[in-house]
């Protein structure tokens, strides 16, 4: 039994509906262009996305996971008209941590500032990464120090060994 907007409606078994499809793998079987129209056995559903789109509103979607909701929610914003979206970029405040700071964008631009940004985040984290060195502390001729040294990817300690001696070529110290 499926829901559709005339009313519920009886499917055929499956042995005699696959009988009918003629094909010989899923390389055959075309797939619509439009997310909305892959959603299979959600009628009602599609029909509520396509007249809330058409009419600007909003939609609640409630339901068990793997039932579909989020693949409505994008079918929706295929069917928006591309001139009236915005993209929100919302960023830390942190002056007050509770009010964040909003950016809007023309549509579609948001997703390149913020892979932007991410791609000079990571440059700067592994700049970072790199930069990792061992102090140098003034120690007598001929004593090897241990320098503890925070790695920052891991959260832990490295040990750094300095070999304090006399400069190549000059005797060791007294």
């Not at 790199?130 to 040990?159: F, I, K, N, Q, W």
């Amino acid at each position: 039994m499926v829901e559709t907007a005339g009313g519920p409606e009886e499917l055929p078994p499956v042995d005699s509906w696959i009988n009918k499809v003629d094909f010989r793998s899923t390389a055959e079987v075309k797939i619509p262009e439009r997310l909305v129209d892959q959603v299979i056995g959600q009628e009602h559903a599609v029909e509520v996305i396509r007249k809330a789109s058409e009419q600007k509103r909003h939609v609640m979607l409630i339901g068990d996971p793997g039932t579909g909701k989020s693949m409505l929610a994008r079918s929706m914003t295929e069917m928006l008209p591309r001139d009236d979206l915005q993209d929100l970029i919302v960023y830390h405040n942190p002056e007050d941590p509770n009010e964040p700071k909003i950016r809007v964008v023309p549509a579609g631009k948001g997703r390149e500032i913020v892979n932007a940004q991410k791609a000079e985040a990571m440059q700067r984290r592994e700049q970072k990464q790199s930069m990792v060195m061992c102090a140098d502390a003034r120690v007598p001729y001929g004593r090897t120090e241990h320098h503890p040294v925070r790695d920052p990817r891991r959260g832990d300690h490295l040990h750094c060994d300095a070999l304090h001696g006399p400069p190549p070529g000059e005797p060791d110290g007294p």
